[in-house]
């Protein structure tokens, strides 16, 4: 069984920086491909960015510039970092493994004035 727990989610202003991280347990998270993905208020699910166990990263277009993928395998750990936030970022995010029913619960990211 694989667990995935985000977290460092908040309230932040336009135009700040948020980081989160995404804590999994069980040694068979360096095998995977890894994601994050968000679901606005009334909107679908969306993937934000992925990584595959050697480090190659992808991202939705709309988002290349501000978001950096990244994962620290002797942790077990993934980070999305996140900058130049706008409001229409305001979504929960969610990481896991794509493909798998690993999925965290996600965390609350809120970019308001």
């Known amino acids: 069984q694989v667990q995935f727990v985000e977290s460092g989610g908040g309230l932040v202003h336009p135009g700040g920086s948020l980081r989160l991280s995404c804590a999994a347990s069980?040694?068979?998270?360096?095998?995977?491909?890894m994601a994050w993905y968000r679901q606005p208020p009334g909107k679908q699910r969306d993937l934000v960015a992925r990584i595959t166990s050697g480090g190659s990263t992808d991202y939705a277009d709309s988002l290349k510039g501000r978001f950096t993928i990244s994962r620290d395998n002797a942790k077990n750990t993934l980070y999305l970092q996140m900058n130049s936030l706008k409001p229409e970022d305001t979504a929960v995010y969610y990481c896991?493994?794509?493909?798998?029913?690993?999925w965290g619960q996600g965390t609350q990211v809120t970019v308001s004035s």
């Open positions: 069980g040694s068979i998270f360096r095998a995977y491909t």
């Open positions: 896991g493994a794509p493909g798998t029913p690993f």
